[in-house]
């Protein structure tokens, strides 16, 4: 479907989103859209209709993307991080290990990219939302960093919590591509 579009999308972030249903009618309703609506969208991002519940959900994590993609583009590391959970009990999952708590993992993001020229210009791409219900979300994605030493790149996976100042980031598992010979 070559000029088909995203249902979905917040600032260029096409959402890939599943209702989750409840009750055989709900299930079976589910099935028939996923069957006769699925549009797959420029760079491969499966677009399903949302339900007005999952909306907030998707706005709100959207907008804390958006929110972190604009601080890191300004090489505001501080700003980025208020998309975390401020508490020791955050988790950060990489190449190097588990980082746990808000504050070493800034260190770590400060110690990584110590500069503007280090932490270059980043995207997201092919993310998809999934509620979990309506405090709670997984994300999946891709990351780009374009930087005069070289480009960076890989796959997260996200897991979101509502709190009272808003949506933010209770765990993160970041990988980074492999190298391409």
Same mark, same amino acid.
């Given at each position: 479907?070559?000029? #088909?579009? *995203?249902?979905?999308?917040?600032?260029?972030?096409? &959402?890939?989103? @599943?209702?989750?249903? !409840?009750?055989?009618?709900?299930?079976? &309703?589910?099935?028939?859209?996923?069957?006769? !609506?699925?549009?797959?969208?420029?760079?491969? *991002?499966?677009?399903?209709?949302?339900?007005?519940?999952? +909306?907030? !959900?998707?706005?709100?994590? !959207?907008?804390? &993307?958006?929110?972190? @993609?604009? #601080?890191?583009?300004?090489?505001?590391?501080?700003?980025?991080?208020?998309?975390?959970?401020?508490?020791?009990?955050?988790?950060?999952?990489?190449?190097?290990?588990?980082?746990?708590?808000?504050?070493?993992?800034?260190?770590?993001? =400060? @110690?990584?990219?110590?500069?503007?020229?280090?932490?270059? %210009?980043?995207?997201?791409?092919?993310?998809?939302?999934?509620? &979990?219900?309506? +405090? #709670? #979300?997984?994300?999946?994605?891709?990351? %780009?960093?374009? =930087?005069?030493?070289?480009?960076?790149?890989?796959?997260?996976?996200?897991?979101?919590?509502?709190?009272?100042?808003?949506? =933010?980031?209770? %765990?993160? %598992?970041?990988?980074? +591509?492999?190298?391409?010979?």
């Amino acid at each position: 479907m070559g000029g #088909a579009s *995203c249902h979905a999308r917040a600032d260029g972030i096409c &959402l890939a989103t @599943r209702a989750r249903g !409840v009750g055989k009618c709900m299930k079976i &309703l589910k099935l028939f859209t996923v069957v006769s !609506v699925i549009a797959v969208a420029p760079g491969g *991002c499966l677009a399903l209709p949302q339900t007005r519940a999952n +909306d907030a !959900v998707n706005d709100g994590v !959207v907008a804390v &993307l958006n929110e972190q @993609r604009e #601080a890191w583009n300004r090489g505001d590391v501080e700003t980025f991080m208020k998309g975390y959970w401020d508490s020791p009990e955050l988790t950060f999952a990489g190449s190097s290990g588990v980082t746990r708590g808000w504050q070493p993992v800034l260190e770590r993001y =400060r @110690r990584n990219y110590p500069d503007t020229r280090a932490m270059g %210009h980043l995207e997201f791409s092919e993310i998809e939302v999934r509620a &979990l219900g309506k +405090d #709670a #979300a997984l994300v999946l994605g891709r990351w %780009h960093l374009k =930087r005069e030493s070289g480009e960076l790149g890989g796959v997260f996976t996200l897991v979101f919590e509502k709190f009272p100042q808003g949506w =933010r980031i209770i %765990h993160d %598992h970041t990988s980074l +591509d492999a190298k391409k010979e």
